[in-house]
């Protein structure tokens, strides 16, 4: 009986050991952009202290992202591609999506400015320059919230792609920022990526402040009427944390060499 009852008791206290790690663990997919500005590192550890929760981050594209939610493979996601974002929710993925916080996309490129685009009047301007100079732009190429808006924008411009100076990566934000640095190229970035990456480059701010450049975030719980294994209470109860006063006046607080990269919006919800 002995014999039978110390590998019952040793199946039991794996099992239990499995279920508290799944219980105090939380799988969050979000966006590189967000990834390489510092900020999960600067909110993390406040919420995983006071919750005991520990959220393990999945940092990949916006369009990855929201597969991973699709496929009840995280239990939450922070991503910043509205349209691709409303589909997943109204394919019913997602549930009880929150804005949370924005910037907005800058274009940089090399301090010689080829294209000219410092003195370009608006963005559809700034990428048709890009092209009638015969400049190279790189581009993400994956998926993400950067991307789809990047190409969003040519569109827009009445470019059509490829074009003789286009190269498509297929990287997260802070490699193409590197890449286009090293070809003394143009690209797209969130605010927050380049402030965090800046003074590693030689490449400049060359556009910024046109209302198409808005770059809002969300974050959506994974539905759990799909996914019954996801951890949505903890999951919501980290969404609820995230878009309390808490939780966005530390997203206002944060900063990279004085200057602000992401302002609060959980409070402009309608």
Known sequence: ?????????????????????????????????????????????????????????????????????????????????????????EAGHGVLPRALMYND???VGPASDPASLKTAGDVDSAFKQIVQQGSIFVSRGDES?????????????????????????????GRVLSLADEMEGYTLTDRGTW???????????????????FNPYQVILVNPDRHAHVAYDQAKAFADWLVSPEGQELIDSFQVEGEQLFFASAENES
Not at 146 to 171: C, I, N
Request: glycine share 10%.
């Open 145 to 173: 919230g950067t991307h789809m808006k990047e190409l969003e924008l040519w569109e827009q411009a009445g470019q059509s792609l490829p074009f003789d100076g286009y190269r498509s990566v297929g990287q997260g934000m």
């Open 1 to 89: 009986m002995l014999k039978l009852f110390k590998p019952l008791l040793i199946l039991a206290l794996l099992t239990f050991g499995s279920m508290v790690q799944a219980q105090t663990t939380l799988r969050l997919a979000t966006t590189t952009s967000t990834y390489n500005s510092g900020l999960l590192d600067y909110l993390l550890p406040v919420y995983e202290a006071a919750s005991g929760v520990q959220v393990q981050v999945i940092s990949v594209g916006t369009g990855a992202a929201l597969r991973l939610g699709q496929d009840g493979d995280v239990d939450l996601v922070m991503t910043h591609a509205p349209e691709a974002e409303a589909a997943f929710v």
């Open 195 to 213: 402030l965090a990456m800046k003074s590693r480059l030689d490449s400049v701010l060359v556009f910024e402040g046109d209302e198409q450049l």
């Open 105 to 107: 996309f800058v274009l």
